[in-house]
C-alpha cells in the first residue's frame, strides 16, 4: 500500500481538502454551542448505540476475522453506556470547574478538527466512544479507520454521527475517508487545519503521528505482567485471568500476557487453570507456539493469531486440545527475546513464570512491561497491601489493576472507579504524551481564568509594651529564677545596668552579659549563646541600642536551638510567607527564654522587631535575620534609658527612626494599620526629634522619640522597609558609617526616587496603583508643609526632611564624611551587589535596577541640596 | 456612512444560510456595487450551510472587486468566521 502522501492525485488531495474544509467550518460552527445543547446531542447518541451494539459487532467480527460477537457487543456497550455514564454530569463548555477559594476557573476551548485512527481490534467500539467524546467537546473527528476494519467503523460513525445531527449537531462534525491509505493519513496527519492527532492504534501509527509535528494522542501497545503473590484469593485470581483473557479472544491491548507467580502457590494455581478448562503446555508445546504464534524475524506475535481463539490456535499450529479450551498456558523461564512468548500476545495464549520470592517477582513483571509494554497496564492479586503499594510503585504502568482482570478493569467504570475509555495513554514511558485514561479533558484545551488574588496581610504587636517614664518597673511582674541582662560596658559604667538589676524581683538569679560596643559579630553571639546556656537561664533583659538588643534576639535563638544554622537562616528571600528556610518552631526549642528588650536610643525600635542584623566576614557584611520568633516577648519604652545621649546619636537614630516610618509608610506591604502608625512616627519625629536634638534634658522631647521609635518599629514591623535600608545596609558596612548617619545620607534622594514613576513596578497583589508619591504628599499634609499638587507636595516633603537633617547637623554627603570620589568608584561595584542582596528593597514600592542603586549611591556622595529626580517624575507625568 | 455603490443586505436572523445565499446570488448580480454590507443584526448563531453560504458571498466578492462588510456581528458568530477563515476576507463595523 502506498504510504508517501506526495504521491497522491491531485484528485485525492482536493477531496481530503475537502473533507477538512467541511470539518473545520463544523468545528467553528460548534463554538457556538451551550452545555445544554450538547447534552442533548450525547444521549440520543448513547442510545443509538446501544441499540446497534450487537449489529455493529457482527460487522466487526464478520470484517476483521477477530475476536467475539458477544464480547465485541459488551465493548460496544461499555463505550456508550458506561462513557455516559462517566460524561453526562461533567461540563465540557464554557466554565467547566471553579475553585473560589483560589479565585481560579478553568474554562474549555475546543480544539477543532482531530484526525483519529481507528484501530482492527476494537474497532466498532473505539469509534462509538471517540464520536462521544467529539460531541461533548465540541470538536470534529476525521476519522481513519484501519483498513481491514474500515466498513464496520464507519457504520459506528455513521449511525453516530446521523443521530447527532438529527438533534442539532453541525453537519460534518463527524467525517472519514472512504477507502483509506496509509498515504490518506499521512497527508490529513500533515494537513494545516487539522489541529490534533488522536491515534489509537497500531506502534507505526502512534509513530506517525507523534512524527507530524502536530499534537497528538498516541496511545502505545502494552505487555501486561501480573504477579500473583502469595496471599491472593487463587480462585478469584484465576478466574478472573481467564475471564480477561479470553474477553473478545484477547485483543484488548491491556490483557494479561505473563503471569509471574510466587513459588509456594505456582502448582495450585496451575492446577486451577487446568481445572477451570485451560491447556496447560507442556515444553514441546511452549517451543511450538514460540515459533509459531510470534514472529522470529520481529520478536513480535504474529498478526494472523491476533483475536483467534484458544482452539483455533491450536488447531493451526499442530497441537492437540480438548474441545472448548479456553486458554493455551504456556509455562517459561525468563522475559526477553530469548523468550519468544514473553512478548505482547493479543489472543488466549497466556505465559506463566514461577518466582522464588516477592523480589524476584516484582523483577520479573518489570521485565515483561519493559519487554514492549512500559507506561501500559499491570496487574498484582495479593492480600497484601505493602505487596500491592511496592508494586504500584515498582512497576511503571498507567493502570495498576489490583485483584481484578486486567483487560476489562483497565477499560474502567466496571471493576473499579477509573475513567471510561477504550484509548490507554502509556506516558513517556510508552512515548506518549498521556499515561491517563484518554477522556473528556484530553480533548479539550482546559485554559485557567486566574483572577486577582489578594496576599493575605498579617499585623503582629509585641505582647506587652511598658511605656513612659520609670515603666521599667514592670520587670517586677516578671518571675525569673535565672536571668542574664546583656549590654555594653558604657552603659554599665552610666549606671543603667543597675537600675534594671534593681528592679527585678527579689530573689532573681542575674548575670550581667557585657558584649562590646558595636554591631554583634558571630562570635559575640554564639559566646553570648554559651552565657545563657551555662546559666540556665530563663529570661534574657536586653539593655542597649539596636547592636545590644538584636545581639540578644540572635543568642536566644542559638540558645533555644543549638542547631541553628545562622548561615542558612540569613539566605535571600523574596517573600517573607514562602521563603525557603524554616526558622525553628517553638515546640523544636531545647530551651526557653522569656526576652526583655529595653532599648536606650531612640530609633532602631529593635525592641518590638522581628529582625535582628549581624556582621560576617570579618565585619564586611551585614546580614538580616528576620522572622517573627526574634521579636522580644516584651518591650520597655522608658526615657529614662535616653536621657544622657549625646546629641549626635540622637540625630542619628531619630533619623533611623523617620527613615522607618517613612519606609513603612510606602512599602508594599503597608495597610491602614501600619499606615496610621508609620504616620504618627513621623509627626512625633518632625515635632520632638530637633527638640531632643537641641535640649537633651527636655523629657517630653526624650519620651516623644523613644515612642516614636517605637511606634515605627511596629510599623515596619509588619510593612518592613525598603531600598533606603538596603542602601544604607551596605553602604553602612562598608565605610563603617553608622546605621542611623547612614540612611540619614540615603533619605532624600530615596524619597525623589520613589515619587518618581518607575522604570519598573514592584509586582504587589495588594497594590491596585502606585501610591508612593502620594503617601509622601499625604504626609506632608500632615506636617502642614503645604506645596502645591502631589508633584509639589513631595518636594516640600523632600525640603523639610532636608532641613531636618541640616538642623541636627548630619552632613550633607558622604563626600562630607571624607570618602573620595575614587574610593566611591572602587567600591561601587560591592556596593551595588550588596544593596541588591539585601532583603530590605523587596517591599520597595519601586523596583531598583542596578544602575539606579548605583544613581542613588552618587546621589548621596555627590549629597542633598541638589535637584531631585521628582523633577523628572514630573516631565514624564508631562 | 454609507457610499453609493454600496449594497446592503440584511441577514435574516431566523434562517441565515438562505439569507446568505440570497446575498449570494445577488451578488453577482450587481453592476455597480463596489461594497456590500451585510447587516447581522439579530443573528445570535449561524450554522454549517450560512459559513458555507457566506464563503461563496466573499469568494464572488473578492472575484469582482467588491469589498465585503459585515455589521453587527456578535462576538460568538465573529469566533466562527474567524475560525472557519472567513473573518479575515472581510471588514467588520
Known amino acids: 500500500m502506498e504510504k508517501d502522501p506526495e504521491k497522491l492525485t491531485e484528485e485525492r488531495k482536493a477531496l481530503l481538502d475537502e473533507l477538512v474544509a467541511r470539518a473545520r467550518i463544523a468545528a467553528a460552527v460548534f463554538t457556538q454551542y451551550t452545555q445544554d445543547d450538547v447534552d442533548r446531542i450525547v444521549k440520543p447518541m448513547v442510545i443509538a448505540g446501544l441499540e446497534n451494539a450487537q449489529t455493529l459487532a457482527r460487522m466487526a467480527v464478520e470484517e476483521t476475522r477477530l475476536g467475539l460477537l458477544e464480547d465485541k457487543a459488551i465493548k460496544n456497550m461499555v463505550a456508550t453506556e458506561f462513557v455516559f455514564n462517566y460524561v453526562k454530569d461533567k461540563r465540557t463548555v464554557g466554565i467547566i470547574r471553579e475553585y473560589p477559594e483560589k479565585n481560579l476557573a478553568e474554562v474549555a476551548e475546543p480544539i477543532g478538527v482531530i484526525l483519529s485512527l481507528l484501530p482492527i481490534t476494537n474497532p466498532t467500539s473505539t469509534a462509538l466512544f471517540k464520536c462521544i467524546m467529539a460531541v461533548k467537546t465540541r470538536n470534529c473527528m476525521i476519522f481513519s479507520a484501519h483498513p481491514r476494519a474500515a466498513r464496520c467503523s464507519y457504520e459506528a460513525a455513521r449511525v453516530m454521527a446521523e443521530t447527532a445531527v438529527k438533534h442539532g449537531a453541525p453537519e460534518g462534525f463527524i467525517t472519514w475517508i472512504d477507502e483509506p491509505t496509509l498515504a490518506d493519513t499521512a497527508y490529513l496527519m500533515r494537513h494545516p487545519d487539522v489541529r490534533m492527532i488522536d491515534a489509537t492504534g497500531g506502534p507505526a501509527m502512534v509513530t506517525a503521528a507523534y512524527s507530524s509535528g502536530k499534537p497528538a494522542l498516541g496511545v502505545g501497545a502494552g505487555n501486561t505482567p501480573v504477579y500473583i503473590e502469595r496471599s491472593a484469593d487463587i480462585e478469584m485470581a484465576v478466574v478472573d485471568i481467564i475471564t480477561s483473557k479470553t474477553f473478545d479472544n484477547g485483543t484488548i491491548c491491556a490483557s494479561e500476557q505473563t ?72 509455562p517459561i523461564r525468563g522475559v526477553g527475546r530469548d523468550h519468544p512468548l514473553s512478548a505482547e500476545k493479543l489472543f488466549p495464549v497466556l505465559s506463566v513464570i514461577r518466582a522464588r520470592s516477592t523480589q524476584e517477582a516484582l523483577r520479573l513483571c518489570t521485565d515483561v512491561i519493559h519487554n514492549g509494554g512500559t507506561g ?9 497491601d505493602e505487596v500491592i503499594n511496592t508494586f504500584g510503585e515498582t512497576i511503571n504502568a498507567g493502570r495498576i489493576i489490583v485483584n481484578s482482570p486486567g483487560s476489562i ?36 484545551n482546559i485554559k485557567r481564568m486566574a483572577r486577582r488574588t489578594q496576599a493575605h496581610m498579617w499585623f503582629r504587636v509585641p505582647n506587652q509594651i511598658y511605656f513612659n517614664k520609670n515603666a521599667v518597673e514592670n ?52 559566646a553570648g549563646a554559651q552565657t545563657l546556656a551555662a546559666f540556665k537561664a530563663d529570661q534574657i533583659v536586653a539593655l542597649g541600642g539596636g547592636s545590644v538588643i538584636d545581639a540578644a534576639k540572635i543568642m536566644k535563638l542559638l540558645y533555644e536551638s543549638p542547631e541553628a544554622d545562622l548561615d542558612e537562616l540569613s539566605a535571600p528571600f523574596l517573600d517573607l510567607r514562602k521563603r525557603v528556610v524554616e526558622y525553628p518552631s517553638a515546640e523544636a526549642r531545647a530551651n526557653r527564654a522569656r526576652l526583655i528588650a529595653i532599648s536606650t536610643t531612640s530609633g532602631t525600635g529593635t525592641e518590638v522587631t522581628p529582625f535582628a542584623v549581624m556582621l560576617d566576614d570579618g565585619g564586611t557584611r551585614k546580614i538580616t535575620l528576620a522572622d517573627y520568633s526574634l521579636a522580644p516577648d516584651i518591650a520597655i519604652v522608658d526615657p529614662q534609658f535616653v536621657m544622657g545621649l549625646p546629641p549626635g546619636i540622637t540625630a542619628d537614630t531619630g533619623i533611623d527612626c523617620l527613615v522607618h516610618a517613612l519606609e513603612a509608610g510606602v512599602s508594599i506591604f ?30 517630653e522631647a526624650r519620651a516623644q522619640m523613644h515612642n516614636a521609635a517605637c511606634i515605627a ?60 508619591h502620594k503617601k509622601y504628599a499625604v504626609t506632608a499634609d500632615l506636617l502642614g508643609l503645604g506645596g502645591d499638587g502631589v508633584d509639589g507636595k513631595v518636594r516640600v516633603l523632600i525640603a523639610a526632611v532636608e532641613d531636618l537633617l541640616d538642623r541636627l547637623k548630619i552632613p550633607r554627603s558622604i563626600a562630607a564624611l571624607g570618602i573620595s570620589e575614587e574610593a566611591f568608584r572602587a567600591a561601587m561595584p560591592d556596593l551595588v551587589k550588596a544593596a541588591f542582596d539585601d532583603p530590605s528593597w523587596r517591599s520597595n514600592p519601586r523596583m531598583p535596577l542596578l544602575s539606579e542603586l548605583e544613581e542613588l549611591f552618587w546621589s548621596a556622595w555627590r549629597g542633598r541640596g541638589e535637584e531631585k529626580t521628582a ?8 | 456612512m454609507m457610499s453609493p455603490n454600496t449594497t446592503l443586505f440584511r441577514v435574516d436572523a431566523d434562517d441565515p444560510a438562505r439569507s446568505l445565499a440570497e446575498a449570494l446570488a445577488n451578488a453577482g448580480q450587481q453592476e455597480e456595487s463596489t461594497e456590500l454590507l451585510l447587516d447581522f443584526t439579530g443573528v445570535r448563531r449561524v450554522d454549517t450551510a450560512s459559513v458555507r453560504a457566506l464563503s461563496g458571498v466573499a469568494d464572488t466578492a473578492a472575484a469582482r472587486s467588491i469589498k465585503l462588510t459585515a455589521r453587527a456581528v456578535t462576538v460568538e458568530v465573529y469566533k466562527v468566521l474567524k475560525l472557519a477563515g472567513l473573518a479575515d476576507r472581510m471588514a467588520f463595523m
Open chain 1, 259 to 330: 503471569v509471574v507467580i510466587d513459588d509456594e502457590i505456582y502448582d495450585m494455581v496451575i492446577e486451577r487453570f487446568a481445572a477451570l478448562g485451560c491447556h496447560i503446555c507442556n515444553e514441546g508445546e511452549v517451543a511450538l507456539l514460540s515459533r509459531t504464534v510470534i514472529d522470529p524475524a520481529t520478536g513480535m506475535m504474529h498478526p494472523r493469531a491476533v483475536g483467534q481463539r484458544a482452539v483455533d490456535i491450536a488447531k493451526v499450529v499442530g497441537m492437540p486440545v480438548a474441545p472448548h479450551t479456553k486458554l493455551l498456558i504456556a
Open chain 1, 376 to 384: 501500559h497496564t499491570a496487574v498484582v492479586f495479593s492480600d497484601d
Open chain 1, 409 to 444: 478493569g483497565a477499560l474502567g467504570g466496571v471493576y473499579n472507579d477509573m475513567v471510561p475509555t477504550f484509548s490507554f495513554g502509556c506516558g513517556t514511558g510508552g512515548g506518549n504524551s498521556t499515561i491517563d485514561n484518554v477522556n473528556i479533558y484530553h480533548y479539550l
Open chain 1, 475 to 526: 520587670l517586677r511582674e516578671f518571675p525569673s529564677s535565672a536571668t542574664v541582662i546583656v549590654s555594653n560596658p558604657s552603659l554599665e559604667k552610666l549606671g543603667l545596668v543597675e537600675i534594671v538589676r534593681r528592679h527585678l524581683p527579689p530573689g532573681t538569679h542575674v548575670h550581667v552579659l557585657t558584649i562590646p560596643d558595636r554591631e554583634p559579630d558571630r562570635a559575640t553571639v554564639v
Open chain 1, 670 to 699: 503597608a495597610s491602614p494599620y501600619t499606615d496610621a502608625l508609620a504616620l504618627q512616627a513621623v509627626r512625633l519625629v518632625f515635632r520632638y526629634l530637633p527638640v531632643a536634638f537641641e535640649h537633651p534634658d527636655n523629657e
Open chain 1, 713 to 772: 518599629g511596629i510599623a515596619f514591623s509588619n510593612a518592613s522597609v525598603g531600598v533606603n535600608h538596603a542602601l544604607a545596609h551596605a553602604f553602612g558596612a562598608r565605610f563603617g558609617v553608622a546605621h542611623g548617619r547612614a540612611n540619614a545620607l540615603m533619605l532624600p534622594h530615596v524619597i525623589a526616587y520613589n515619587a518618581a514613576v518607575p522604570t519598573k513596578f514592584m509586582p504587589s497583589p495588594n497594590s491596585r496603583a502606585y501610591v508612593a
Open chain 1, 871 to 878: 523633577d523628572a517624575n514630573a516631565e514624564a507625568k508631562g
